[in-house]
């Protein structure tokens, strides 16, 4: 362990000892000097203990109380008497030492915040016109990651962010989503983080969107390690009627889907609690007060215990709905589109605020590990046919669904107690990487050998000298659009179909008076055509575990070689003049394919048990594993 974010408890307990043996056999009459523990407990204040005989309490942990002890005198030495003394002495301090071992070695609470689609240039670090005051001042206090990667899309994202494993390797690759009662669900044998912090006694919450599948209850977030969920299943929803419905449901049936799901203390998860009064209130609204509910439970009944607690917003997703109060916040953007995306954003910063505040309020904030980032790059255009949602990635290329940058690279910081102050990271961290990474911080043994992701919790931490990253990883490989993408060093290959829904322009912000794209992408009815008839094709061809597979290598166009060192907006294609590069990142991709499994996630309709009819009009596990 790093040693930054926690103390060692009783790191001084021997060489207090030692000084208490010499101090007994002195000539003459002395002082006693008991040390209090130099270990603070973890918000940083120690506990305050009064010195038996001195009627002094201590709080300060360099604080020493001296009192004349008229046992400790000249010809002493080691006689009956001063023997008794040190061993009642030695048993004070190993009373001491345990209790201050047991109240210093509990971990930190963490709060995860990941937003939806939420794209480079729309947050205020990035000198972006949104306002995010909040967001933007634990991210200049904390350490801003400037080359932080996810998948393409929010499954993959989500799925990478939980196990530290590639979606490839899972079945949920592609800039393909769960579908709203499809059977294309995380594998269950895939442990999650989650459950690792339960394990090790984290009161732990999921707020918010699951979209990892919920076809039986086991695949249900309160069975994968969170106390409590409340939120949604699926990917995407009314923000204030909560239903699902639309191109992503059986035959267009709309169902609801607001729930507080709870594992009992007997282990046995409940799914059947619909928040039908949540109807007509916003989720923001309801999620943040579920938050604040979650850490006034926690101070009352949970005190003791280490909380983990997952804010899982909707925002800025579409549908883009939000409170007017959030669209006037924002007047000073003159393009009515982005003005009222930027209100989506803004009230997800308010919630954020509302949250710390009542952190701050329990005493629990300076004690929390905040970790921010959005699941993937902002979507240019939504599921409307031809209006923009109002996001930007801009100057990245590319938007959500792409192997480009502005589908992949995306805001994100860490701020809390271990994390050094204003600083920015500039090495490459991946979503696979938080996994390894916060288990190390935490001094968590996870005992998982196929892991992706990488340990560096000393990058989190600005140590200088970290050297634990491997050099490269991966976008995605998918089979199904017949493309993958890698980056090594600074060196960036997409092969394959990356021009799939024509996502490989650069989107920037809608200027004052534009209302539709200016530039030629796919509506999503355009969309989902070519991606069934791409699906298709996949069907009837052999599942093939080379890279050789997906394009015809002598085609220019369909082997793509940036250096992003020197452009990372990717405007030069330099594969013609990098032959030997281009070998060496085909031969990882090859090497990485050799553990993919087939997709899932090919965009099935759903289910006829899954319809929402049959369970009261709301969408809800339909199968039973036996």
Not at 89 to 105: G, V
Not at 125 to 141: C, D
Not at 404 to 419: D, L, M, S
Request: glycine fraction near 8%.
């Amino acid at each position: 362990m790093n040693g930054k974010l926690f103390f060692n408890p009783g790191r001084r307990l021997s060489s207090t000892l030692v000084s208490l043996l010499k101090r007994s056999s002195t000539d003459s009459c002395v002082s006693t000097d008991v040390y209090y523990s130099e270990n603070l407990t973890e918000g940083g204040s120690p506990n305050p203990v009064e010195l038996k005989g001195s009627g002094q309490v201590v709080s300060d942990p360099k604080t020493k109380a001296k009192k004349q002890n008229p046992f400790f005198c000249s010809k002493m030495a080691f006689g009956v008497l001063g023997i008794v003394i040190l061993a009642l002495i030695l048993t004070a301090t190993l009373i001491t030492y345990f209790t201050l071992s047991k109240s210093t070695s509990r971990r930190p609470h963490i709060l995860l915040l990941l937003a939806d689609d939420l794209g480079w240039g729309d947050v205020g670090w990035h000198s972006s016109e949104i306002k995010t005051p909040t967001l933007s001042k634990l991210a200049k206090e904390g350490v801003r990651f400037n080359h932080f990667y996810t998948q393409p899309i929010c499954t993959a994202s989500r799925a990478a962010l939980l196990t530290g494993r590639y979606p490839f390797k899972l079945g949920l690759q592609g800039s393909r989503p769960i579908l709203a009662g499809s059977r294309s669900s995380l594998p269950l044998d895939e442990r999650l983080f989650s459950q690792d912090l339960k394990r090790v006694g984290y009161r732990t919450h999921l707020v918010g969107k699951w979209h990892l599948g919920f076809e039986a209850v086991e695949y249900t977030p309160v069975s994968r390690g969170f106390d409590t969920f409340t939120g949604f299943y699926n990917g995407m929803q009314d923000y204030y009627h909560h239903t699902t419905s639309g191109f992503d449901t059986i035959d267009n049936v709309g169902g609801y889907d607001m729930r507080r799901d709870v594992m009992d203390k007997d282990g046995v998860p409940h799914v059947d609690n619909m928040l039908w009064n949540a109807n007509g209130t916003h989720n923001n609204i309801i999620f943040t007060n579920e938050a604040i509910r979650i850490i006034r439970e926690h101070v009352t009944d949970y005190k003791g215990e280490p909380l983990f607690l997952m804010m899982s917003y909707p925002n800025p997703h579409t549908p883009i709905q939000v409170p007017e109060k959030f669209v006037e916040a924002n007047s000073h953007i003159r393009n009515p589109i982005r003005r009222k995306y930027a209100g989506l954003v803004s009230s997800m910063d308010d919630s954020v605020k509302q949250i710390l505040e009542e952190l701050k309020s329990a005493k629990l904030l300076d004690e929390t590990l905040i970790l921010f980032l959005s699941d993937n790059g902002g979507a240019y255009m939504g599921h409307s046919t031809e209006v923009p949602t109002g996001s930007t990635n801009f100057p990245l290329r590319g938007m959500k669904g792409s192997l480009w940058e502005g589908g992949n690279r995306v805001p994100a910081f860490i701020n809390g107690p271990g994390i050094p102050k204003e600083k920015i990271m500039d090495e490459v961290i991946h979503i696979t990487d938080v996994y390894p990474s916060l288990m190390k911080m935490l001094d968590i043994d996870i005992n998982k050998d196929n892991l992706d992701g990488t340990d560096l919790s000393p990058l989190f931490q600005m140590e200088e000298d970290s050297k634990t990253r491997k050099n490269y990883f991966i976008y995605d490989i998918d089979p199904v659009y017949r493309q993958a993408g890698i980056r090594k060093d600074n060196w960036k290959l997409i092969v394959g179909n990356s021009s799939l829904r024509q996502m490989n322009h650069w989107f920037p912000p809608l200027v004052e008076n534009e209302s539709r794209s200016s530039f030629e992408v796919m509506n999503i009815s355009t969309f989902l055509n070519e991606a069934f008839r791409q699906i298709k094709i996949y069907h009837n061809s052999r599942f093939c575990k080379s890279i050789k597979c997906f394009f015809p290598i002598e085609l220019d166009h369909e082997v793509q070689l940036f250096d992003l060192q020197k452009d990372e907006y990717e405007f030069n294609n330099v594969a013609g003049e990098h032959a030997n590069v281009v070998e060496d990142l085909v031969g990882i991709l090859n090497k990485e394919m050799e553990a993919m499994i087939p997709p899932v996630n090919l965009l099935q309709k759903g289910n006829a048990r899954a319809n929402p009819h049959l369970f009261n009009g709301t969408w809800h596990p339909w199968m039973t594993i036996t």
